[in-house]
Nanobody, 122 residues
Framework: QVQLVESGGGSVQTGASLRLSCAAS????????IGWFRQAPGKEREFVAH????????NYADSVKGRFTISRDYAKNTVALEMNKLKPEDTAVYYC???????????????WGQGTQVTVSS
């Protein structure tokens, strides 16, 4: 079993930065792929970024590429999402999710955090 707890959300102005953190317990990050997803009001949940255990490898949604950076701290068993140049359309609840590192790219994430709200005002 894996427990995920997000933190770091808040309300900011357009152009500001926020750093989200996902703390994992139950398994070490070396055995997990960690993803960030978001869901805006009235919209479906969408992929934001993920980081794999090997090397590690990262992938981003086109909408955040160049503005967001995902990273992991093995010592602290956490994954961070650094969000820069925030836009109103980034407003959403952000969720951290995890799946086994051996999972394929299309395999679903098995574990989810409770989410943290990010609000960007113009």
């Amino acid at each position: 079993q894996v427990q995920l707890v997000e933190s770091g959300g808040g309300s900011v102005q357009t152009g500001a930065s926020l750093r989200l953190s996902c703390a994992a317990s139950g398994r070490t990050l070396t055995s997990l792929t960690i993803g960030w997803f978001r869901q805006a009001p009235g919209k479906e949940r969408e992929f934001v970024a993920h980081i794999t255990w090997s090397w590690p490898s990262t992938n981003y949604a086109d909408s955040v590429k160049g503005r967001f950076t995902i990273s992991r701290d093995y010592a602290k068993n956490t994954v961070a999402l650094e969000m820069n140049k925030l836009k109103p359309e980034d407003t959403a609840v952000y969720y951290c999710a995890a799946k086994a590192a051996v999972s394929g790219p299309s395999d679903p994430y098995n574990y989810w955090g409770q989410g943290t709200q990010v609000t960007v005002s113009s």
